[in-house]
């Protein structure tokens, strides 16, 4: 049994909708057990126990979300030099933009000597205006697709030993 972490962070729903369809892809895996946990209730010892993973986050003030980073920082020196070669992809959910929080992501994903398996995954809501933006996020079912797809992939990885 293969363990694939999803670890995500949400305000409005778009990031949560994108991370619960990539949990859903890597499920249908035989022989894949997917933890998809909050940013705020993940830890080290979640991340030591996955064989991959996928981190999912909004992008907030062209940075991931604050409570995506208080979970790097609170698990980043517990994973350093014993988790180097384990597969890795991105989800984004952004307004307009996406790649600040990409580049942070795979900055940290460096240090901890990851492997993407796949380009990272920015969905945009276009959300502008304060209401907007506030607004609960309805994702197309094509654009979760794509989420759905990449969770299958890195879990068929993992079973198969590709990664
Ligand atoms: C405080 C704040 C700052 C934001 N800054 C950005 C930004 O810098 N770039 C961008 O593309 N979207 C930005 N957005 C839009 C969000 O990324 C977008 O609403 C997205 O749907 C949030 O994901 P969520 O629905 O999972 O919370 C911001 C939203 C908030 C609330």
């Known amino acids: 049994m293969k363990t ?3 670890v995500f962070h949400s305000l409005t729903g778009g990031t949560r909708q994108m991370a619960e369809a990539a949990a859903r892809g890597g499920a249908a895996q ?3 057990q997917v933890d998809l946990v909050e940013a705020s209730k993940a830890g080290a010892a979640d991340v030591l126990r996955a064989d ?3 981190f999912a986050t909004p992008e907030n003030l062209a940075a991931m979300a604050g409570m995506m980073k208080d979970f790097f920082d609170r698990t980043y020196y517990d994973a350093l030099d014993r988790i180097g070669g384990r597969p890795y992809a991105i989800l984004v ?3 307009s933009d996406g790649q600040n929080a990409v580049r942070q992501i795979e900055r940290i994903a460096t240090g901890w000597r990851l492997r993407a398996i796949a380009d990272p995954i920015i969905i945009c809501t276009h959300a502008q205006t304060p209401e907007a933006i506030f607004a609960p996020k309805l994702l197309p079912p094509q654009d ?3 989420c759905e797809e990449l969770g299958s992939a890195l879990a068929a990885g993992l079973t198969m030993g590709i990664f």
């Open 30 to 32: 035989a022989g894949i």
């Open 4 to 6: 694939m972490l999803i």
């Open 93 to 95: 959910c952004a307004g």
């Open 144 to 146: 979760l697709s794509r």
């Open 52 to 54: 991959g993973y996928i």
